[in-house]
């Protein structure tokens, strides 16, 4: 990923996360290959972003986590969205929209000079 590519990524991290537990419990692993599905490979998140981010959110009270066994039969810690984090991504939803409606206007603006 460009350099580019992965500063965006970073700055909507906690957004793709959350909407990526809005669909069920999931491990780390599993968020990531859910994000890079679902992007068309396009964004990849990578494990020294995911995981910080994943105890900050937890230490917020966004999500919440539990061991369990993946589908290979190892251990995992899996993460589920809580009350607080549907409150959360909502938030974070509106903030998205209302910051891609303000960068469409700067994109599409032209100046017409005299």
């Given at each position: 990923?460009?350099?580019?590519?992965?500063?965006?990524?970073q700055?909507?991290l906690?957004?793709?996360?959350?909407?990526?537990?809005?669909?069920?419990?999931?491990?780390?692993?599993?968020i990531?290959?859910?994000?890079?599905?679902?992007?068309n490979s396009?964004?990849?998140?990578?494990?020294?972003?995911?995981?910080?981010?994943?105890?900050?959110?937890?230490?917020?009270?966004?999500?919440?986590?539990?061991w369990?066994?993946?589908?290979?039969?190892r251990?995992?810690?899996?993460?589920?969205?809580t009350a607080?984090?549907?409150?959360?991504l909502?938030?974070?939803?509106?903030?998205?929209?209302?910051?891609?409606?303000a960068?469409?206007?700067?994109?599409?603006?032209?100046?017409?000079?005299?």
């Amino acid at each position: 990923m460009t350099k580019a590519k992965n500063d965006a990524l970073q700055g909507s991290l906690r957004l793709l996360v959350l909407k990526s537990l809005q669909q069920g419990s999931m491990h780390g692993w599993g968020i990531t290959l859910h994000i890079e599905g679902v992007s068309n490979s396009i964004l990849r998140v990578e494990e020294g972003s995911l995981y910080p981010a994943l105890h900050r959110m937890e230490q917020e009270g966004w999500i919440a986590s539990e061991w369990g066994l993946s589908e290979n039969n190892r251990r995992a810690r899996f993460y589920r969205l809580t009350a607080a984090g549907r409150k959360q991504l909502a938030a974070e939803e509106t903030n998205w929209h209302e910051i891609n409606h303000a960068v469409g206007l700067v994109l599409n603006f032209s100046s017409i000079k005299a």
